[in-house]
């Protein structure tokens, strides 16, 4: 069928659109996107062989610091 994902798609709920905008923005800084921070850190919180935590931007307060 066309236009299939090549993956199930997977809802998240109880996000707020402030969040998710931070996420999207915070994961582009770092040169990634949400998927990817996600699928990494939820690697890294099930204890995955070899996971590591997403790379994290820093925040406007350790900018000024």
Do not use: C, Y
């Not at 998240?12 to 996420?23: E, H, K, P």
């Not at 999207?24 to 990634?32: E, L, N």
């Not at 850190?41 to 820093?58: K, S």
Request: hydrophobic share 35%; proline share 5%; aromatic share 6%.
């Amino acid at each position: 069928m066309a236009n299939q994902h090549k993956e199930k798609l997977r809802g998240i709920r109880g996000v707020d659109d402030a969040l998710w905008i931070d996420l999207d923005r915070a994961a582009k800084t770092a040169g990634s996107d949400r998927s990817k921070v996600t699928r990494e850190l939820w690697e890294w919180f099930v204890g995955r062989p070899g996971a590591d935590l997403p790379e994290r931007p820093a925040s406007s307060e350790e900018k000024t610091a």
